[in-house]
């Protein structure tokens, strides 16, 4: 399909080639990001969330590191 | 992202359980979110583990029903932006991505590599990224994302214009610069940047 395409293709000037090629990387941000979100969770993750639960919450000296986590 | 809610009024086990499970599910996206600011797969997961300890304990402060992906965004970024300071990141990027190649659409002389995507995604100010990062692969509104950081919706709106243009010519032009971490110069100018994003004002103007 679209035979005289792949010809014209060739010679695509600079300046165009740039705004030619900007929906396919932005597709591409988003496979790097869809690409991890599809990823299993390692177990780290599992191990931390189940340790939550037996963290309090906000109780005197809050996460380590002791930012604030709004500003 | 206000500090009104309820401070001091503890959970009850309900919103407790609530709170965590939908915490969980946005795991993997504060896993993605992470992997794009910092690059190294490892220094984003420590990033994302310190993101949940501190939104688990300060959950009182989110509201239930609002965005939790949003909510906790604002922290990882935080985080983040904390520890570049302290200097942990030094924008490396992920090696194992280079194995992964973008699919050609027809026509197309060469694929553009996903290795070369992020590595040039990495070189881009930290609030382009950032910016580019939320609307451009998070699909986050323009709104949403001015909330996450902090700044105005015509702000995000420049500074994703920015990136995009950015990107499209470094992809184009195969010329990826690296960003020279390693330089005091430069490195001290990144510094200064981020206290900049970090006190919630963008760099407007930049080369």
Request: aromatic share 6%; net charge negative; proline share 5%.
């Amino acid at each position: 399909m679209a035979s005289n395409h792949s010809q014209g293709g060739k010679g695509g000037s600079g300046a165009g080639a740039a705004q030619r090629r900007a929906p396919e990387w932005a597709d591409g941000l988003k496979q790097l990001y869809d690409s991890v979100v599809e990823e299993d969770l390692p177990d780290s993750f599992k191990d931390l969330l189940d340790r939550l639960d037996g963290i309090p919450a906000a109780r005197g000296p809050a996460a380590p590191g002791g930012e604030d986590t709004n500003q | 992202m206000t500090d009104g809610g309820r401070p001091g009024t503890p959970r009850s086990a309900t919103e407790q359980s609530d709170f965590k499970r939908e915490l969980t599910r946005v795991v993997p996206h504060l896993r993605a979110f992470a992997r794009g600011l910092c690059g190294r797969p490892d220094l984003a997961d420590d990033l994302v583990q310190e993101t949940l300890l501190k939104a688990w304990a300060a959950q009182e402060r989110f509201e239930p029903g609002t965005s939790m992906r949003a909510w906790t965004f604002v922290i990882l970024r935080n985080a983040y932006l904390t520890d570049m300071r302290r200097n942990r990141f030094r924008g490396e990027y992920d090696e194992g991505v280079a194995e992964r190649i973008l699919t050609a659409p027809a026509g197309q002389e060469e694929p553009i590599h996903l290795s070369d995507l992020h590595r040039a995604l990495l070189t881009l100010p930290a609030e382009r990224r950032e910016a580019l990062l939320l609307v451009g692969a998070g699909g986050f509104s323009y709104e949403e994302a001015a909330a996450i950081c902090g700044c105005a919706v015509g702000t995000i709106k420049s500074r994703v214009g920015r990136a995009r243009a950015a990107l499209s010519e470094m992809l184009a032009s195969g010329a990826i610069p690296r960003r020279s971490t390693s330089d005091d110069v430069a490195h001290r100018a990144i510094l200064d940047e981020l206290e900049m994003v970090a006190a919630g004002n963008g760099v407007s103007t930049r080369g």
